[in-house]
């Protein structure tokens, strides 16, 4: 096989999956909710596929997902976007940020990224050529500096790829961190990707930023999202990119080569999902609040030191009380086969400089899992 690709394990998500259904255990590793998501938009899809939406669309998305992609940076951001040279549809934003990596990097570019990050971004990155600069954040409330930046930037920084709000560390970053992150792209002249596919998924009152939204960063900026995080239906696949039409374009001739068109049934949905009420969006939030609050509880109540967590599908929690003798990688295997509860290792999110005893548990599931999984743990600490 390849030999770059080769070097890497299979992913930490289907790992645990797997080996989670092998026990039988509750499984809060991968990041999934189950429910079944908006039952309006479910419908829409079914309706679309059985009109006939099923040929290759556009390869940039439908008309009706790109407009109410528009729509929707202008009433949640106040950004001004032109839906025809500005938008773009994707399978998933894995490949959203695929067709970005692979469109604007050119060997030897430097990327700036931030530890933890989520499991795809090195490998694309060292698939394009680029060479990686790590910004570490440390637990538990995963801050950095201005040394960090003026560590990690250089003459040679093609772009830095931000993930906010970040998975798995459950952290949003603030407008002062934005800034900071804002001043050296444009000092180094660079771009930045932007993977928000937890817009939506932010608690007790914060506002998700976009940091295409602060001075000086609308054309370098490439905005990523997701069908899959906004509408709880992550097997769907649908992802998008907002950006400029110079930054676009070469994320688009990569596009072309990796899936072309996104599933034009699923699109139609979309564009009727992103058109939802207020209350929808923030009852999503307050939903997985209200989780968040249950599962912290409970884990809390166990002995794990629960981390903040201020947006996303997941809490951290810090096992150094258990006194547990092995890293985290051993404590999820363990717990996987021993309590019957799937969890994620935080330093399958690292290259470098890992925390050495934090797990992530996922709390989007209905009240009565996240209960039995308590109720497992308790049995067992
Ligand atoms: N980025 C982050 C930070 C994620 O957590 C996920 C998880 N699904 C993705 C990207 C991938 O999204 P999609 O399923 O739309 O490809
Ligand atoms: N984003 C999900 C997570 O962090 C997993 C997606 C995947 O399995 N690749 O758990």
């Known amino acids: 096989g390849n030999a770059l ?112 990050m989520y499991d795809s971004y090195l490998p694309i990155v060292r698939l394009a050529g680029g060479v990686p600069r790590f910004v570490s954040l440390k637990a538990p409330d995963w801050s950095f500096s201005r040394a960090d930046l003026e560590a990690a930037f250089s003459p040679r920084t093609k772009l830095v790829l931000i993930n906010d709000p970040l998975n798995p560390a459950a952290k949003v970053f603030d407008r002062a961190e934005l800034e900071l992150i804002a001043e050296f792209v444009q000092r180094h002249d660079a771009f930045a990707v932007c993977d928000e596919v937890y817009e939506h998924i932010v608690f007790d009152g914060r506002r998700h930023i976009p940091l295409m939204t602060l001075p000086g960063m609308r054309d370098r900026c490439l905005k990523i999202g997701s069908a899959g995080k906004t509408f709880s239906l992550t097997g769907w696949k649908v992802g998008y990119v907002t950006a400029a039409p110079h930054l676009l374009q070469p994320v688009a001739k990569a596009h072309q080569f990796l899936t072309f068109t996104t599933p034009p049934n699923l699109q139609a949905a979309v564009a009727y999902g992103l058109g939802k009420e207020e209350g929808y969006f923030t009852g999503l939030a307050a939903g997985l609040q209200a989780k968040r609050d249950r599962l912290a509880a409970g884990l809390a109540s166990v002995g ?78």
């Not at 940076?73 to 990596?101: H, I, N, P, Q």
């Not at 005893?357 to 049995?379: M, Y």
């Open 5 to 116: 690709l080769s070097s890497y394990g299979t992913t930490i998500f289907e790992v645990m999956s797997r080996l989670s259904e092998e026990h039988g255990a509750i499984n809060l590793g991968q990041g999934f909710p189950d429910d079944r998501g908006p039952a309006d938009v479910l419908q829409t899809a079914a309706d679309a596929l059985l009109q006939g939406w099923n040929q290759y669309p556009s390869m940039m998305g439908t008309p009706d997902l790109r407009q109410a992609l528009a729509a929707h940076a202008g009433r949640f951001y106040g950004l001004d976007v032109d839906w025809k040279t500005e938008t773009m549809v994707t399978s998933g934003a894995t490949e959203a940020l695929t067709a970005c990596l692979l469109g604007l990097i050119n060997p030897g570019d430097e990327v700036v990224l931030f530890q933890p």
């Open 304 to 381: 794990f030191e629960v981390l903040p967590s201020a947006g996303t599908y997941f809490v951290a929690a810090d096992i150094g009380r258990f006194g547990f003798d092995g890293d985290d990688q051993a404590f999820c295997r363990w717990l996987v086969e021993e309590a019957k509860v799937a969890a994620i290792p935080v330093s399958a999110f690292f290259v470098e400089n890992a925390p050495t005893g934090v797990v992530r548990f996922c709390f989007s599931k209905r009240d009565e899992v996240l209960d039995e999984a308590i109720a497992r743990l308790r049995n067992r600490f």
